[in-house]
């Protein structure tokens, strides 16, 4: 399990902006419905050779069911074909006698076989099991028409009667789910590519972005439900390779700016309802990412209204995490906390000096447009902290970077370095071949190995990106996604930072991102 927990900040104070939040609110996006119907009733079985365990066993299609009568212990498990974030209704009408005891239901639902397999009293990990998807239910009136309140992340829906009475039973029918979502994927063009493979990951990739695709990009449609500011830089690249809904893009922008705290810090996350509240978590590497998430929009939209806007508060970011370079001008231990991976015991400071780097680059790349004062700054601070990563932070015995004390080599601090551009393009493929021919600290998230990927296309290897997403996304795919996942190591397929992979999120959005690498760099 994880040994990271995030810190928490409650002193902070949160000085609102009204005008942001209201041009936020204005940029409400309209969800879009469909009614989906399950389309077989499946068992679930032990297999040792499938992910977790788990595999499903077809028993009846839907039309061919004679009805769907269970009483007391019985149970069904309905199978949706595909993933789907809704609202699940259905009829239930009393069979035999009048209703003499209220009916009681559980109703589970699972984006994996294993949700609807094992009993969630096994979780007990360091984040909430109420994120597990189960309710409770009990009915005093039949028949009658059951819709769940709560909007669910599934593709299976386990149904037990847990208690009728011995007078009677109960018949479901119109099992319907109201798949809600604000992308438009009426926008996405074809992708011409004739490899089979990479298709697929394409099409896997745009269906787990638009189930995240809500009123805000969510970062997992299960689990948190919310906004979180890394994931939504990612989301916002692949929604530009394809849905193209750049307003809901600029209504994130505008929710995170109207929420700083006292010290101009940007939240990693925020929470919409009742109201917009900003967590009290603050990554200095999420923070600097609304820079790299404000100038991708600007190429994007050319939008320079909200450029000129925003760049007061994404400039403010880069200035907080510059006030904790030492003297060496290097990010070091207390002066910052960042997340950049799950991968356990990974020491974080030299993959954060490169995202520093990198955003301070990507700054630079407009800065002339909105601020000459900061072009300039910029073009001569960037110089010092290439030099310095060069001087402390390579190690030419190993011809790799190192991180912390014990000079820890991973490969999250040879990714951030390349998109960072510290090495040359040669100096980039001989850290990526050397790589792979060490032991290091691996990537453990979509994430993590999304940068991977995007390091080898700076490096010039677009075959060997190719191959990565492949092996990885693909491997997803054997393992039966229908949407792409929060966690994945093919290495440990039980893996999860929380302590139980009945937790894990099975439609992530950061694990969108091979749509955006197979159409931006025609992979
Ligand atoms: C988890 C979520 C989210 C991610 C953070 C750091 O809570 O998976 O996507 O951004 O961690």
């Known amino acids: 399990m994880s040994e990271m927990i995030f810190q928490q900040n409650q002193d902070r104070m949160i000085i609102e902006n009204k005008n942001f939040l209201q041009k936020a609110e204005r940029l409400l996006p309209r969800l879009k419905e469909a009614i989906v119907h399950p389309v077989q009733i499946v068992d679930v079985v032990p297999d040792d050779e499938i992910i977790h365990g788990w595999k499903t066993k077809h028993i009846h299609s839907i039309e061919k069911l004679p009805d769907l009568t269970l009483g007391k212990k019985d149970q069904i498990i309905l199978d949706f074909n595909n993933h789907q974030v809704g609202y699940l209704s259905l009829h239930?009408?009393?069979?035999?006698?009048?209703?003499?005891?209220?009916?009681?239901?559980?109703?589970?639902?699972g984006e994996m076989p294993v949700e609807v397999a094992e009993d969630f009293s096994t979780y007990n990990g360091i984040i909430s099991s109420a994120w597990l998807q189960e309710e409770f239910i009990h009915i005093d009136v039949l028949p009658g028409i059951l819709n769940l309140e709560r909007r669910y992340s599934f593709r299976y829906v386990k149904i037990e009667v847990l208690a009728t009475s011995p007078k009677y039973k109960v018949c479901f029918n119109n099992i319907v789910c109201k798949s809600v979502s604000s992308a438009d994927t009426a926008?996405?063009?074809?992708?011409?590519?004739?490899?089979?493979?990479?298709?697929?990951?394409?099409?896997?990739?745009?269906?787990?972005?638009?189930?995240?695709?809500?009123?805000?990009?969510?970062?997992?449609?299960?689990?948190?439900?919310?906004?979180?500011?890394?994931?939504?830089?990612?989301?916002?690249?692949?929604?530009?390779?394809?849905?193209?809904?750049?307003d809901l893009v600029k209504r994130c922008l505008y929710l995170f700016a109207g929420t700083p705290?006292?010290?101009?810090?940007?939240?990693?996350?925020?929470?919409?309802k009742p109201a917009v509240i900003a967590d009290d978590t603050y990554f200095t590497d999420y923070s600097l990412f609304f820079m790299d998430t404000l100038v991708d929009y600007y190429k994007e939209t050319k939008d320079t209204e909200t450029l000129i806007e925003l760049w007061p508060?994404?400039?403010?970011?880069?200035?907080?995490?510059?006030?904790?370079?030492?003297?060496?001008?290097?990010?070091?231990?207390?002066?910052?906390?960042?997340?950049?991976?799950?991968?356990?015991?990974?020491?974080?400071?030299?993959?954060a000096q490169g995202i520093l780097i990198y955003i301070m680059k990507?700054?630079?790349?407009?800065?002339?447009?909105?601020?000459?004062?900061?072009?300039?700054?910029?073009?001569?601070?960037?110089?010092?902290?290439?030099?310095?990563?060069?001087?402390?932070?390579?190690?030419?015995?190993?011809?790799?970077?190192?991180?912390?004390?014990n000079k820890q080599i991973s490969y999250a601090s040879q990714v951030w370095m390349i998109l960072a551009g510290v090495p040359s393009t040669v100096e980039a493929q001989c850290i990526l071949r050397k790589l792979s021919t060490v032991s290091a600290i691996e990537p453990s998230t979509p994430y993590m190995y999304h940068h991977l990927v995007e390091?080898?296309?700076?490096?010039?290897?677009?075959?060997?990106?190719?191959?990565?997403i492949k092996e990885y996304w693909g491997e997803m795919l054997k393992d039966g996604a229908?949407?792409?996942?929060?966690?994945?190591?093919?290495?440990?397929?039980?893996?999860?930072?929380?302590?139980?992979?009945?937790?894990?999120?099975?439609?992530h959005a950061w694990s969108c991102t091979p749509t955006y690498l197979i159409r931006k760099y025609n992979l």
């Open 92 to 109: 239930i009408k009393p069979v035999g006698s009048p209703p003499d005891a209220p009916l009681h239901l559980k109703i589970t639902f």
């Open 187 to 246: 926008a996405v063009s074809k992708l011409e590519n004739s490899d089979l493979l990479l298709k697929r990951i394409d099409e896997v990739s745009i269906k787990t972005l638009v189930d995240c695709m809500q009123e805000v990009f969510e970062d997992g449609p299960k689990r948190d439900r919310r906004l979180w500011l890394g994931d939504l830089r990612l989301q916002a690249l692949a929604n530009y390779a394809t849905v193209k809904n750049n």
């Open 261 to 272: 705290d006292d010290k101009g810090r940007i939240a990693a996350n925020l929470f919409i």
């Open 313 to 351: 508060i994404a400039f403010k970011q880069i200035e907080n995490t510059l006030k904790s370079l030492d003297t060496n001008n290097l990010l070091k231990g207390e002066g910052f906390f960042a997340f950049i991976d799950w991968a356990e015991g990974l020491e974080k400071e030299t993959a």
């Open 362 to 405: 990507k700054a630079l790349s407009i800065a002339e447009i909105v601020n000459k004062e900061h072009a300039i700054f910029l073009a001569d601070k960037i110089p010092l902290l290439v030099e310095a990563s060069k001087k402390h932070l390579w190690d030419s015995n190993t011809g790799l970077f190192i991180s912390g004390k």
């Open 455 to 468: 390091a080898y296309i700076v490096a010039g290897e677009k075959e060997t990106a190719v191959k990565k």
């Open 482 to 507: 229908d949407t792409f996942w929060e966690l994945y190591n093919p290495k440990d397929k039980t893996f999860s930072p929380y302590g139980g992979y009945l937790i894990n999120s099975y439609c």
